[in-house]
């Protein structure tokens, strides 16, 4: 939306937090770029010039504002709506696949050739792939620099900089300030109780709904891999560079972080994993401004407010647990997916307990023998047939992967229904047009809430719903009150 000046400047205007992440303001007399919220007193509207990106703004000689952060920011919430090639690239840049393989491994993820994504980055974002992954190296720069008392050289090398020279200079540029500057600013937080562990601040836009979405992780936690303790969700992670374990807090205006990681290399891709988890870079207004048009949904919506999709930190790990849960109850998938862990998972060690494993790699379950299994033999025979597809690249799900192409692969293969396969899509890919109409928790909804209740007659009524209609599952699970993917958890 950066390229319709007048709506970008009603909304710098209106110091709209709702368009922080969408696009940047970057003012000409000062030098500076700034969120649209803004506190400060606002430029005059010739002074201002909108960028679809912070790198843009970095690369064009703007530094960040010291007073809004505009680096710590929401994400666009377009690389979560969108399956195009500039979408997938910014999933894999925010994943640290630039810092870790270059712009050549970033384009053999996307199957185009490196001059094709450049074209495109700088077409749309006005800035290339290496801007865009040095502009997050920043922020994770910032990030470690004024939550941990690391030393600066161990800083930028966790950070993804090649020498303290180049973290030093990129610091300054984009800051205004030496790291040490930074660190004597940054106001300090209560630390964690936990040795090693860093904690941060995860923004999202207002409003968000933490009961379905720490409700629905905490029902279906698997026992050793993920928990509900102490008011928060926690889970171990496996991350490029070793396994880490999480804690995830709801907060009125944020979500409160606690990361354990063996390597902090690993810092950048963990926090984005973390925000595609709770779907922190949604716009609920836009959604639930959508929804509300139908009057049967308008009142879930009005009691409710800001739903997210609950989605996962990975996409095989997901698919793996959706075929584990098929046709039986919560607590059922939970037990079955328990064992997979114990015999298969690699051991962790949790600083805080309580956290055992980290969820087997579809490598390691390659070789198990499904008459260990205790589910039926169909089901037996999918959970092989997709364990051994993800493991030798028949099916792609990462965060890059092509949505239709995913879609169309898990479809071929033998066990995997039209809800598997829209479930896997809604949660593991993320799109947030994924629907159920065979869902039955959905189908009750529905006729309670007088929808059509056939899948047919739904799926055409839902078209309404479009692009959003993964959140419109949300709000009709919703009506189950009593079920305990809706509540949030007791501490």
Not at 66 to 91: I, T, Y
Not at 310 to 338: I, K, M, N, W
Not at 363 to 388: I, N, Y
Request: charge should be positive; glycine fraction near 8%.
């Amino acid at each position: 939306m950066y390229t319709d000046t007048d709506r970008c400047l009603r909304a710098a205007q209106a110091k709209d937090a709702r368009f922080d992440g969408w696009f940047f303001i970057a003012v000409v007399t000062t030098g500076i770029y700034c969120r649209p919220s803004c506190p400060v007193v606002g430029p005059k509207p010739e002074n201002m010039r909108f960028l679809p990106s912070a790198a843009a703004a970095q690369q064009a000689g703007f530094r960040a504002c010291k007073r809004c952060r505009p680096d710590a920011s929401p994400g666009s919430p377009q690389w979560n709506e969108r399956a195009d090639l500039v979408a997938r690239a910014m999933r894999l840049i925010a994943d640290g696949v630039v810092d870790r393989d270059g712009v050549p491994g970033l384009a053999a993820r996307l199957g185009y050739s490196t001059r094709q994504i450049e074209r495109q980055l700088l077409a749309e974002l006005g800035a290339g792939p290496l801007a865009l992954a040095r502009a997050q190296r920043a922020q994770t720069a910032r990030l470690l620099i004024e939550t941990s008392a690391l030393p600066m050289a161990d800083i930028a090398f966790a950070a993804g900089f090649a020498s303290v020279r180049a973290f030093n200079e990129t610091v300054r540029e984009v800051f205004a300030l030496s790291p040490t500057e930074l660190r004597q600013r940054a106001r300090r937080v209560p630390g964690s109780s936990v040795p090693g562990a860093l904690t941060l601040r995860l923004p999202f836009r207002a409003p968000l709904c933490p009961d379905n979405l720490f409700g629905h992780l905490a029902a279906t936690a698997v026992p050793g891999v993920e928990e509900w303790r102490d008011g928060a969700y926690r889970r171990t992670l496996r991350l490029p560079y070793g396994p880490g374990v999480v804690t995830l807090s709801p907060r009125p205006d944020h979500i409160a972080c606690q990361l354990s990681l063996a390597d902090l290399r690993d810092l950048a891709g963990a926090i984005s994993r973390c925000r595609r988890l709770l779907d922190l870079d949604a716009d609920p207004a836009a959604v639930d401004d959508l929804l509300r048009t139908d009057p049967q949904l308008a009142p879930l919506v009005d009691k409710a407010p800001g739903r997210r999709v609950p989605r996962a930190v990975d996409a095989d790990e997901f698919a793996v647990r959706a075929v584990l849960g098929q046709q039986v109850s919560t607590a059922a998938a939970r037990t079955h997916a328990g064992r997979l862990v114990a015999a298969h998972g690699e051991p962790v060690e949790d600083p805080a307990g309580g956290l055992t494993h980290l969820f087997p790699t579809v490598q390691a379950l390659a070789g198990l023998d499904p008459e260990k299994l205790a589910m039926p033999r169909t089901r037996r025979a999918t959970l092989t047939g997709l364990v051994d597809a993800l493991a030798g690249g028949r099916v792609a799900l990462g965060v890059g992967s092509d949505w239709d192409e995913a879609r169309a692969s898990l479809g071929a293969l033998p066990g995997l229904g039209p809800w598997t396969v829209e479930v896997i899509a809604m949660r593991a890919l993320g799109d947030p047009d994924a629907f159920l109409p065979t869902d039955l928790g959905v189908r009750r909804a529905a006729a309670e809430l007088g929808l059509p209740a056939t899948p047919g007659a739904l799926a055409r009524h839902s078209a309404r719903w479009r692009p959003w209609r993964a959140y419109a599952v949300q709000y009709l699970w919703a009506t189950d009150g009593a079920h305990a993917i809706n509540r949030l958890p007791a501490a």
